[in-house]
C-alpha cells in the first residue's frame, strides 16, 4: 500500500512570495489534515477535509494561508504572503474514516524555510 | 485552546536504562494515540488507548491510560539506540470528530 505523497520536500522561499505544497493521501482515505510543525514543538492542525468539505480550519490564518481538496483526493495548501515564522516542515496525514478512533497516516512533510 | 502538556521536554539516558514519557490534559479525553518521530523524519503511529485504565504493551513499549482519561504515560524498558527520536502524545476529545492535539513531544536521545 503506497502512503501519503507530499511535494516538494524542501522549499526555500522569500519573505513576501507565495508557496504551494501538494498532498496525495492513501487511496481511499476519506479524511485528510495539515499540520504546521515548528521545530522543537508537537504537530498543529490547521485545516482538517473530509472528502472535499472543511471539518475543522479553526487555527488556520486565513488571511494568508489558503488550503482545497476539489475532488475529495489530493490537496493543495497554499501560503500567499510568506512570513518568516511561516518557516517549519508542513505534514500531510490521511485516514480511512473521519472518527476518534482512526489511526493518522503521515507523509514526509514539506520543509520550509522563509528567508 | 485545549492543551496537552508532555513531560519532560528532553531526556538522556544511556543504553540499558529505562525511559519514560508523561502527558497531561486538564479535559477528559476520549482516547489518546502515541506516535513516534525519528530524526528527520514523519510521526509514526505506535498505539492507541480508549479505556480507563488500559495498559497496553509492545516488546519493550508499555503504555497507560489514567483511570480519570485526563494521562497518560510511555515507558520504555532497557533503552537501545533505536529508540532514539521524539515520542508525541495526540489526544482526542469527544465531539471534535478525528482532530488530534499533539504534545510537544519528549526527545529522546540513547548513548551506547
Known amino acids: 500500500e503506497a502512503g501519503v505523497a507530499q511535494s516538494p520536500r524542501y522549499k526555500i522561499i522569500e519573505k513576501r512570495q507565495s508557496v504551494a505544497f501538494w498532498c496525495n493521501p492513501i487511496s481511499g482515505h476519506a479524511t485528510l489534515y495539515w499540520y504546521q510543525q515548528i521545530l522543537g514543538q508537537g504537530p498543529k492542525l490547521l485545516i482538517q477535509f473530509q472528502n472535499n468539505g472543511v471539518v475543522d480550519d479553526s487555527q488556520l490564518p486565513k488571511d494568508r494561508f489558503s488550503a482545497e481538496r476539489l475532488k475529495g483526493v489530493d490537496s493543495t495548501l497554499k501560503i500567499q504572503p510568506a512570513k518568516l515564522e511561516d518557516s517549519a516542515v508542513y505534514l500531510c496525514a490521511s485516514t480511512l474514516g473521519s472518527g476518534r478512533a482512526d489511526t493518522q497516516y503521515f507523509g514526509p512533510g514539506t520543509r520550509l524555510t522563509v528567508l | 485552546g485545549q492543551q496537552v502538556m508532555q513531560i519532560p521536554q528532553y531526556q538522556h539516558v544511556q543504553e540499558g536504562e529505562d525511559f519514560t514519557t508523561y502527558c497531561n490534559s486538564s479535559?477528559?479525553?476520549?482516547?489518546i494515540q502515541w506516535y513516534k518521530q525519528r530524526p528527520g523524519g514523519h510521526p509514526v503511529f505506535l498505539i492507541q488507548l480508549v479505556k480507563s485504565g488500559e495498559v497496553k504493551k509492545q516488546k519493550r513499549l508499555t503504555f497507560q491510560f489514567g483511570e480519570a482519561k485526563k494521562n497518560s504515560s510511555l515507558h520504555i524498558t532497557a533503552t537501545q539506540t533505536t529508540d532514539v527520536g521524539t515520542y508525541f502524545c495526540?489526544?482526542?476529545?469527544?465531539?471534535?470528530?478525528?482532530?488530534?492535539?499533539f504534545g510537544q513531544g519528549t526527545e529522546l536521545s540513547v548513548k551506547p
Open positions: 479535559t477528559t479525553l476520549s482516547n
Open positions: 495526540a489526544a482526542s476529545l469527544y465531539n471534535q470528530g478525528g482532530k488530534l492535539i
